[in-house]
């Protein structure tokens, strides 16, 4: 069974505790609902898995979507942790960014972009080790749209849930700015280097 893991986040520029409160609570349920569909599945699969395959599949099917909200939001509220820091450009994040985009600015411009792009999401920012480069990506669902296997650099909630408080329902673009003035790229800069 998986523990919901506490983050310790400071108060933050344009996103209220009260939204954070909120979106740490469905965090929690995601973890929830992923313990309680393996444990389902399981005592169905006991009971008498061909009588009850159906229902199997679709606990089995479903709990990647509970999964995938898990572990992105483990990626999502450590960025704010420590509070804002700037992309240190001697980082090796730094330098990789400004390898491939010329400007690391460039890298967070495409980022705001795809996250900007219409509908609920991610925007996520991979590493492809094989290839050596980043990748910029929009999955819609947590569990559909990824890279797969790729590991997750930056991880950028664009569902309602994580604005809405704030912003209303037409606040995505400004939820995006409070969300990148708040960002710890420090962060991000130790997933990267854990990856060299």
Same mark, same amino acid.
């Given at each position: ?11 933050l ?15 929690q349920?995601?973890?929830?609902? #992923?313990? =309680? /569909? ?12 061909? &009588?009850? +395959? *159906?229902?199997? %599949? ?8 509970? #999964?995938? =909200? /898990? ?12 509070? &804002?820091? +700037? *992309?240190?450009? %001697? ?10 985009? =010329?400007d ?18 991610? %925007?996520?920012?991979y ?6 480069q ?17 590991p997750?650099?930056v991880?950028?909630d664009v569902?309602e849930h ?35």
């Amino acid at each position: 069974m998986y523990e919901a893991k506490t983050f310790s986040i400071p108060e933050l520029e344009g996103l209220s505790k009260e939204s954070i409160d909120q979106h740490l609570g469905l965090y929690q349920g995601y973890v929830k609902n #992923f313990n =309680g /569909m393996t444990e389902l599945a399981g005592e169905l699969m006991k009971a008498d898995a061909q &009588k009850h +395959a *159906l229902a199997i %599949g679709e606990l089995m099917r479903r709990r990647s979507f509970e #999964f995938g =909200g /898990m572990r992105l939001h483990e990626h999502y509220f450590p960025q704010f942790e420590g509070g &804002k820091k +700037a *992309l240190d450009g %001697g980082s090796a994040l730094g330098k990789a960014l400004a390898a491939q985009y =010329g400007d690391p600015a460039r890298a967070e411009k495409e980022m705001r972009m795809v996250a900007n792009l219409r509908g609920p999401g991610w %925007g996520i920012l991979y590493w492809d080790p094989a290839a050596k480069q980043f990748l910029v990506g929009f999955t819609e669902e947590q569990h559909q749209g990824h890279f797969a296997t790729l590991p997750i650099i930056v991880a950028l909630d664009v569902w309602e849930h994580a604005y809405v408080l704030d912003y209303g329902a037409l606040g995505k673009g400004s939820y995006v700015d409070a969300f990148f003035a708040n960002l710890n790229w420090g962060v991000a800069e130790e997933r990267f280097a854990a990856l060299m």
